[in-house]
């Protein structure tokens, strides 16, 4: 069965300042990943996908993550954190053969002026 | 395009109480789902469909009925409620096969005393 982990609950980031997230998943196969993002009190937002390809991802909002198969890893960078980047991002992993999705637990980041 | 909508926003019930969670699409997709999410505990799949007419099991299906009798509409209904299922729960669309991009709604948040 697939599962991911966010090893991080919480980061404290200052405003400018670089932000990475941690996901590491399990899979058999080729995964297919996201990353979604949760503000407060709202659903949850899509920032990035990997399918296949590169495994450096650009989305939105200036976010990039990287898929790195040996480590099992598909971290979210951005490199230079707004107030507005405050929010839950959860990492998502895909099962190829249907639509279910698989998230990790999350990651609260907070951003200091 | 409202997108996806959930409605109500807030709900407290009695333990035992029944209620239906609606949720409704005006994209035309064909696959939508429901999750409940819980501290810590990332979103977790109750039950899904992937057409009008066919439902299934997720992860965490027990307490909880479905049904899909048009593309837009996917209630959740809540048999006898529980004290365990206060939470927030999420619904989700997604436009079909080689698509694997959720759309989410606002959330209902659950309270069961």
């Known amino acids: 069965a697939q599962s991911v982990t966010q090893p991080d609950i919480h980061i404290t980031v200052s405003e400018g300042a670089s932000l990475e997230l941690r996901c590491n998943y399990s899979y058999g196969a080729t995964p297919y990943l996201f990353w979604y993002v949760q503000s407060p009190g709202q659903g949850l937002q899509l920032l990035l996908k990997y399918f296949s390809g590169d495994t450096l991802v650009q989305g939105i909002k200036g976010f990039e993550a990287e898929f790195k198969r040996s480590q099992s890893s598909f971290n979210l960078r951005k490199p230079s954190v707004h107030w507005s980047d405050a929010a839950e991002y959860f990492c998502?992993?895909?099962?190829?053969?249907?639509?279910?999705?698989?998230f990790g637990a999350g990651t609260t980041v907070t951003v200091r002026a | 395009n409202a997108g996806v909508t959930q409605t109500p926003k807030f709900q407290v019930l009695k333990t035992g109480q029944s209620m239906t969670l609606q949720c409704a699409q005006d994209m035309n997709h064909e696959y939508m789902s429901w999750y409940r999410q819980d501290p810590g505990m990332g979103l977790r799949l109750i039950h899904y469909?992937?057409?009008?007419?066919?439902?299934d099991q997720g992860e965490v299906p027990n307490g909880y009925n479905v049904s899909r009798s048009t593309t837009e509409d996917f209630p959740l209904r809540l048999l006898s409620a529980a004290p365990s299922q206060t939470s927030v729960y999420f619904c989700?669309?997604?436009?079909?096969?080689?698509?694997?991009?959720?759309?989410f709604g606002p959330g209902t948040r659950l309270t069961v005393t």
């Open positions: 989700a669309s997604e436009s079909g096969p080689n698509s694997y991009e959720q759309y």
């Open positions: 469909s992937v057409g009008a007419g066919i439902t």
């Open positions: 998502a992993v895909g099962d190829i053969n249907d639509y279910k999705l698989s």
